[in-house]
Structures are given as structure tokens and as C-alpha cells.
């Protein structure tokens, strides 16, 4: 299977789908040590196209090689730029972007240094991540028989791409058994966040969602909700909870680039709210379109245009 794309960003140049390829004995192949990050551009209202926030994912990207010790070769803005040029590249109004800093062949072994460093940029049209049934009218959650990677164990700030093995165990268990989508508990048995979105509760007119300090990635679209959510005069809690604050909330959603402002109607076969998306979620998803989209021109900051 071809992801529909034709140009591939690799370290610098721009190479056809077919010769993105790596070595079979590329190091973060074995061994997971790399960093990578998931952007949206949209098609605005004006009908040109914008990246969103793309500042502020190439700055986690950044953060992300940080905390994992690896060097990337090419700066802020030379990434920026090559993210813009690869949609360009390939012609998508509206597309998802992978930008992923990887450790090349040559030398085997954790105490390896001496790998070069690689960057790719790939970019693919990708609809709604939990599914436009899911966007619309809510999705299915279970809690997960695995924890969320506990502070002293793994880089939890990080996108970094082995520690993503805990989210896709957590995600297969939780759709073999029938659901959408997995919410992980930290080891201390709190709320954590979903396998790759972060979470939000709303009891009585306040909006709970888990703190930056416990074991969440600092969600991009976390960030960019709660924002929305203040400038319309909701109270944001960040605070731990546990799971039965979940199964007695009014509303429940999920933020992330992938899955954007997804409602969750049921935990643990416990119907939330109405059993349908509540007046708070759905003013929230609405703002997020909006932003995302160019119809809100409150925060232009948030948009690079792709010219
Ligand atoms: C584990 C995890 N949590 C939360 C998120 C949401 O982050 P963002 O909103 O920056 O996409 C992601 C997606 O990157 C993720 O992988």
C-alpha cells in the first residue's frame, strides 16, 4: 500500500515516494531512540491552505531530540520551511505531516554515537483519526490494563518514537475488545490521557483536564482547547482525577492533532452525560474548527500559509 503521496523531505532534498527508504539496519529501527511529531494543515476559509501551530510542533520537536540526546542537524526554521515545501510538493490542500529525526546505520549497540542523523518530512491527506461517526456523534472508550509510562521510566514530554509501543498495545487491546479508543491511568492509578490524545472532563460547568506536571505529553491541541475554552469564559482545572470522576462527568473529550476535539459518549460501558456530545464539547470542537480552518481570525499567529 502507497500512502498518497509523491515527494518525500529527506535530509534536505526532496526524493520520490519510492527512494524515501532506509537501511535495514537503521539504529532507531532497533532500537526506538528518535523523535517525531504530527501536524494538520487545512484548508482555510479564504481557500488558501495553513499549517497549524506549526511553531509550536517544531519547537516540541526540537525539545523532543533534546531530551533524547540526539542532534538534529537542520534548525526551527529550516524545518518549518521544509514542511511547507513538502506540501507544496505535493500539491494537498488539507493533509497530515510527519516529521521524524532518526539515527542512521553504521553502528550497532545502545553506546552507538557515531550514526548520522537523519530528518524525513512526509505528507498524506488523513481524515478524522477516530472517524468522522466518532467526531460527529462520539466514541467508545476502556480504560487500559496498561499504565501510562511512569516519569522515571521513559521521557514523558517527549515524542519520542519507542515510547509509543505502551500507546499501541493499550490501543489494540482496547479495539480487540470492541471499543474506539484506550485511556490510560498513570502508575499512581489517576487519569492519564488516551493513547495518543490527551483528556478532558466537564462536571458542573468546570473543565477538568490532567496537569501538565504528570505523566501526559503537553498536547499541542490540549493547549490551543484550553486557550479557546478561557477566552470564552470557561474555568480550565488542571488537577488529577480518577476514573470514576470520568464515568459520573457531564461531557468527556479528546484533543490531539490527529484526532482534533473527538466527544467520548461511553467509558467503560458507562454512558456519559446523554450518551451524546454536550453543549460544552460541542462549543469547544466548534471553536477548534474554526481555528484550524481560518473562520475565526482571532489568532493568526497560529497560521503559516502554505504560498
Ligand atoms: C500520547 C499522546 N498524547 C497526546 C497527544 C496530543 O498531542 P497534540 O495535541 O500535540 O497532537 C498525542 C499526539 O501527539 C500523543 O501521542
Known sequence: MKL??????MDGELVDYEDATVHV????????????????????????????????????????????????????????????????????????????????????????????????????????????????????AKMSSFNRHHVNASMVKGKINGQYVNGILAKREAMTAGYDEAIMLDTEGYISEASGENIFVISENRIFTTPLGSSILGGITRDTVAKLARERDFEIVEQRFTRDFLYVADEIFM???????????EVDDRTIGTGKPGPITKELQEAYFDAVKGRNTDHPEWLTIVE
Open 4 to 9: 498518497e503521496t509523491d515527494k518525500v523531505w
Open 25 to 140: 539496519l537503521t539504529h532507531t529501527l532497533h532500537y526506538g531512540l528518535g523523535a517525531f511529531e504530527g501536524i494538520r494543515c487545512y484548508k482555510q476559509a479564504d481557500g488558501r491552505s495553513a499549517v497549524f501551530r506549526l511553531g509550536a510542533h517544531i519547537r516540541r520537536l526540537l525539545e523532543t531530540c533534546k531530551i533524547a540526546t540526539i542532534d538534529c542537524p537542520f534548525d526551527r526554521q529550516q524545518l518549518e520551511k521544509a514542511c511547507v515545501e513538502t506540501i507544496r510538493a505535493n500539491g494537498l490542500e488539507d493533509c497530515y505531516i510527519r516529521p521524524v529525526v532518526f539515527l542512521g546505520h553504521g553502528e550497532m549497540g545502545l553506546a552507538a554515537t557515531s550514526n548520522q542523523v537523519h530528518v524525513a518530512i512526509s505528507t498524506w491527506p488523513w481524515g478524522a483519526y477516530l472517524g468522522d461517526e466518532g467526531l460527529e456523534h462520539g466514541i467508545r
Open 255 to 265: 484533543t490531539g492533532t490527529a484526532a482534533e476535539v473527538t466527544p467520548v459518549r
